[in-house]
């Protein structure tokens, strides 16, 4: 069974930084694509980042210059650098990751606070 397990969250002043962290375990599995989404009250869960197992990229118009995804495929574990937060990152970070099957995994999130 598989199961993500995000780390990293809390409570940071606007400007500062944050590294979210996802580890997933699972015997034998490898994702296609792992990455972060967020929801923040009253708003649609919305997609931060991805990375393919290849190296592609993808973020949010929001985020980018400020955020970077990054994984370890040996430890099938997922990060998020988090810098120059805004009261506009605050949410509850959601890890999500596709095997090549096409099935997508949750974990339960972690919330950050972005405020002073």
């Known amino acids: 069974q598989v199961q993500l397990v995000e780390s990293g969250g809390g409570l940071v002043q606007p400007g500062g930084s944050l590294r979210l962290s996802c580890a997933a375990s699972?015997?034998?599995?490898?994702?296609?694509?792992m990455g972060w989404y967020r929801q923040a009250p009253g708003k649609r869960r919305e997609l931060v980042a991805s990375l393919s197992s290849g190296g592609s990229t993808n973020y949010a118009d929001s985020v980018k210059g400020r955020f970077s995804i990054s994984r370890d495929n040996a430890k099938n574990t997922v990060y998020l650098q988090m810098n120059s937060l805004k009261p506009e990152d605050t949410a509850v970070y959601y890890c999500n990751a596709v095997n090549y099957n096409g099935v997508s995994y949750w974990g339960k999130g972690t919330l950050v606070t972005v405020s002073s």
């Open positions: 699972g015997a034998g599995v490898a994702f296609y694509a």
